[in-house]
């Protein structure tokens, strides 16, 4: 298994504005899972992948505000 960051964008809902976050998943024949047992399919990822309100991976260490900011979302 190999570790990797894995970065969700959430929709805004009732009182709460849309925000980014990013977490270490494993990473497993292209399932993810974190360190709460929750777990991603190969599926959902590929179908929401780097889309608005989507999520996207990130390997080779954790990426800086910078770099997550500077990396467009496709839409």
């Known amino acids: 298994?190999?570790?990797?960051?894995?970065?969700v964008w959430y929709e805004a809902e009732?009182?709460?504005p849309e925000c980014k976050?990013?977490?270490?998943?494993g990473a497993c024949m292209?399932?993810?899972v974190d360190a709460g047992g929750n777990i991603?399919?190969?599926?959902?990822?590929?179908?929401?992948y780097n889309k608005p309100y989507g999520m996207?991976?990130?390997?080779?260490?954790?990426?800086t505000e910078?770099?997550?900011e500077a990396a467009?979302?496709?839409g």
């Open 14 to 16: 009732e009182d709460e």
């Open 40 to 48: 991603t399919t190969r599926k959902d990822l590929i179908q929401q």
């Open 30 to 32: 292209g399932n993810l």
């Open 21 to 25: 976050e990013i977490m270490q998943v």
């Open 1 to 7: 298994m190999d570790a990797a960051w894995l970065e």
């Open 66 to 68: 910078e770099q997550r």
């Open 72 to 74: 467009p979302w496709d």
């Open 56 to 63: 996207r991976m990130w390997v080779n260490g954790t990426p």
